[in-house]
């Protein structure tokens, strides 16, 4: 069983810098974040594969926002910057159980989600 728990999430002001943490117990293979903003649905923001370190990221944060790893702490970092209002959501951790570099965009491509911590990006 993988567990997930985010961290770093608060209330910044805009064009802040702003780093989430994804504590991962178990095997996990594609590490992705998502977002759900007020009244919307969960979006995907970027994703990362475990060995090789590729990523992938949504068009709305290419170039603002970084996925990395550290595979000696198992831990998966979104580093935020610049950060605009509508930015402004829950994050959310998923892993992949599949044996894939980079699992997907969708939330029904990952098997395990943390409890997700909150953004708040003040104009």
């Known amino acids: 069983q993988v567990q997930l728990v985010e961290s770093g999430g608060g209330l910044v002001q805009e064009g802040d810098s702003l780093t989430l943490s994804c504590a991962i117990s178990g095997r996990a293979y594609s590490t992705s974040w998502f977002r759900q903003p007020p009244g919307k649905e969960r979006e995907f923001v970027g994703a990362i594969s475990r060995f090789a370190g590729a990523t992938e990221y949504a068009d709305s944060v290419q170039g603002r926002f970084t996925i990395s790893r550290n595979l000696e702490n198992n831990t998966v970092y979104l580093q935020m910057n610049n950060l605009k209002p509508e930015d402004t959501a829950i994050y959310y951790c998923?892993?992949?159980?599949?044996?894939?570099?980079?699992?997907?965009?969708?939330?029904?491509?990952?098997?395990?989600w943390g409890q997700g911590t909150q953004v708040t990006v003040s104009s």
């Open positions: 998923a892993a992949s159980a599949q044996k894939v570099p980079l699992a997907g965009s969708r939330s029904v491509d990952y098997d395990y």
